[in-house]
């Protein structure tokens, strides 16, 4: 079956670290470009860091860098996202993504999302 | 950043109907946009992308149009099932996307 699933959310205070999975199965995972979009309470979705099939290309929205970091490894069919330094308006769904093929960063396959929430 | 508009907010249509639903950028994307539904707790699933072209798999009943900045995305005959929230996304830079259509069924 084709699907993402992702895990690793949870409720955390402002200032600390928590880290996302996303596990795939049923495709080609080193074949694709990977997303994490997050969708806030009652607020639209937010892309927020993308990584390339082979891991050299590397982009995150300017609200969450140099505080995330993404990774991924294609033997184990996963990706992460590194959260530091969480902060209250991090709260949010947190969605891996696939591109689909091609250089156009629009999404085939989603997964239901895993609930961050940074509260003190 | 683009940002991108929808309207409206929320749709009620019964059965049968044709449903519409815009997206308006606040600069052109060229036909640089993708239209996803999601239903509560599920994944976002694609519908539309590069403006009006149809993801396999989806019914006919779903067409998109536009480019430019204004979108639309066009349900010719609605179904039960479609009761959703839908939204666009533009893809010409760093996505955006709409703030959502929730779509109920009278």
């Known amino acids: 079956q084709v699907q993402m699933v992702e895990s690793g959310g949870g409720v955390v205070q402002p200032g600390t670290s928590l880290r996302l999975s996303c596990a795939a199965s049923?495709?080609?995972?080193?074949?694709?470009?990977l997303h994490w979009v997050r969708q806030a309470p009652g607020k639209g979705l937010e892309w927020v860091a993308v990584?390339?099939?082979?891991?050299?290309?590397?982009y995150y929205a300017d609200s969450v860098k140099g505080r995330f970091t993404i990774s991924r490894v294609n033997s184990e069919n996963t990706q992460s996202l590194q959260m530091n330094s969480l902060r209250a308006e991090d709260t949010a769904l947190y969605y891996c993504?696939?591109?689909?093929?091609?250089?156009?960063?629009?999404?085939?396959?989603w997964g239901r999302g895993t609930l961050v929430t940074v509260s003190s | 950043d683009i940002q991108m508009t929808q309207s409206p907010s929320t749709l009620s249509a019964s059965v049968g109907d044709r449903v519409t639903i815009t997206c308006r950028a606040s600069?052109?994307?060229?036909?640089?946009l993708a239209w996803y539904q999601q239903k509560p707790g599920k994944a976002p699933k694609l519908l539309i992308y590069?403006?009006?072209s149809l993801e396999g798999g989806v019914p006919s009943r779903f067409s998109g149009s536009g480019s430019g900045t204004e979108f639309t995305l066009t349900i010719s005959s609605l179904q039960p099932d479609d009761s959703a929230t839908y939204f666009c996304?533009?893809?010409?830079?760093?996505?955006?996307f709409g703030q959502g259509t929730k779509l109920e069924i009278k």
């Open positions: 993504a696939r591109q689909t093929y091609g250089d156009y960063w629009f999404f085939d396959l």
């Open positions: 049923g495709f080609t995972f080193s074949s694709y470009t």
């Open positions: 990584m390339s099939p082979d891991g050299r290309k590397i």
């Open positions: 600069q052109s994307v060229s036909s640089l």
């Open positions: 590069k403006a009006s």
């Open positions: 996304q533009q893809f010409s830079s760093s996505p955006t």
